[in-house]
Structure formats: C-alpha cells, structure tokens
C-alpha cells in the first residue's frame, strides 16, 4: 500500500529530493509534501514492467533496483542498476510513452513516488528544474552510450570484469574493502554483462581459479581489482 507522508517525514523528504527541491518554488514545494507517497518493495518485486502506463516519478531511497528491457526470445537485458539517492522512471512520460523497460527489486527496497502530471508542470513553469533535467538526461545518455560500446565489442571476460567494476563503483565494497556491496543472482550478472548465464557461470570460475575473485553463492569479493580492470580495459 502506497502511503502518504505525515510531516514527521518531511525534512528526510527534502534531503532526499534536495537536487530537486532546491530548485522548487515554495509552492511547488508545497505541492510535493500534499502529493508525494511511500512505497516499500519485497526483494524480486516488480516496480513497474513494460507496456505499462508512466504515472510515477520514482526515487529510491534505499534498497537496489534493476531496470531491464525483454529482447528477443523473452531474454532479459539490464540496461540500468538504480541505488539510493537516484530518480528514474520519468522518461516515459515525459516522451508521452508507455514504459519500454521494467523496474524490479532486487532487493528490498523503499521509494519516495511522486504524481508525474505534477513533476510534468513543475517542469514547464520552472526553468531551474527544466535545466536540470536537461543535464539529468545528458549524463543518463552518456553512461548508456558507454555501457552499449563496452557490452558490444569486448569479449565475454571483459564484459563480465566491466559489470564486476560497475556493480563495484555503484554499489561500493563491504566493511572488508574487498566484497562488492550486492548480491545478483548468476542471472541477473549475465543480463548485466549481456551473456548467457552459462558464460557467467563459468567466466566467474576462471576469474576465481586465477585469484582474481573469490565467489561464495551470491557474494563475490575482489581480490586483485588491478588484474580485473586490465581484463575489462583489453575486453
């Protein structure tokens, strides 16, 4: 159930948002502490999938999501892996389109949603806000522009070793500055890495083998990032 903030919230609600509450007239401000909601998420709990209606702008505020596309033969492709403080889940609607991606909890996770008609006329009688969302899409762009040439002209040990990095720089390492703060299933690394689960499987095994990571189920630590960045700058 999506629940409304009480005012007990409201200083959490504009740290969180504070990219975009900075920017907001006292009004508008106003405006987003009557309308903006609560949702929490269990672990494999679908967001939003393809197809649907963009009603919601969405901020994730703790927890990890994945946003994927389904390609051909019903195989599934992450294209964008969300952590708290990030916004996503607009550029449909702001393209006057249904979502072409899915959104989905792969872990639990909390979310700060906000009406898009609302952001939407924000946008258009804010300049500030129009401005940042302008930069917003232009640095989005760029990550993908980056992410398609990495995940297309290297080799599957390099795809693989740029995912590691990836989940890496995103996510950060746990207390033993050695094991990447997430947990992906075989699965969900291969639609990263955009392979088969066989390939991620067994690139994860040689990784190991040659002491480049250590692999027990879901966690997976790095033993020696410096090889691991040779093998995904060679690709």
């Known amino acids: 159930m999506i629940k409304r903030?009480?005012?007990t919230h409201q200083t959490a609600i504009m740290e969180s948002l504070a990219p975009i509450t900075n920017l907001l007239t006292e009004e508008q401000i106003?405006?987003?502490?009557?309308?903006?909601?609560?949702?929490?998420?269990?672990?494999n709990e679908v967001l939003y999938?393809?197809?649907?209606?963009?009603?919601?702008f969405h901020c994730l505020i703790n927890g990890k999501v994945k946003v994927c596309r389904e390609g051909i033969g019903g195989r599934s492709q992450i294209v964008r892996i969300m952590k708290p403080v990030e916004f996503f889940g607009y550029r449909a609607y702001l393209a006057n389109e249904n979502y072409i991606t899915s959104a989905v909890a792969f872990e639990p996770a909390t979310l700060y949603l906000i009406p898009m008609q609302i952001v939407?006329?924000?946008?258009?009688?804010?300049?500030?806000l129009a401005n940042y969302f302008v930069r917003l899409f232009a640095v989005e762009l760029g990550i993908s522009d980056r992410r398609v040439v990495n995940l297309t002209q290297k080799h599957v040990r390099g795809r693989l070793a740029e995912s590691l990095l990836?989940?890496?720089e995103t996510y950060g390492l746990e207390e033993d500055h050695h094991t990447i703060a997430?947990?992906?299933?075989?699965?969900?690394?291969?639609?990263?890495?955009?392979?088969?689960?066989s390939n991620a499987i067994?690139?994860?095994?040689?990784?190991?083998?040659?002491?480049?990571?250590s692999v027990d189920g879901r966690k997976i630590c790095i033993l020696d990032e410096q090889r691991l960045k040779k093998v995904s700058k060679i690709g």
Not at 49 to 56: A, F, L, M, P, T
Not at 123 to 128: A, E, G, S
Not at 182 to 197: F, G, H, K, P, V
């Open 182 to 197: 997430a947990r992906m299933s075989r699965e969900d690394l291969a639609s990263l890495s955009n392979m088969t689960t």
């Open 166 to 168: 990836f989940l890496k």
């Open 30 to 43: 106003k405006e987003l502490l009557e309308n903006i909601r609560t949702k929490k998420f269990k672990k």
């Open 49 to 56: 999938k393809e197809g649907d209606v963009s009603q919601y």
């Open 120 to 128: 939407d006329k924000w946008i258009k009688n804010n300049q500030l």
């Open 5 to 7: 903030q009480d005012s």
């Open 202 to 213: 067994r690139t994860l095994s040689a990784f190991s083998s040659e002491g480049i990571l």
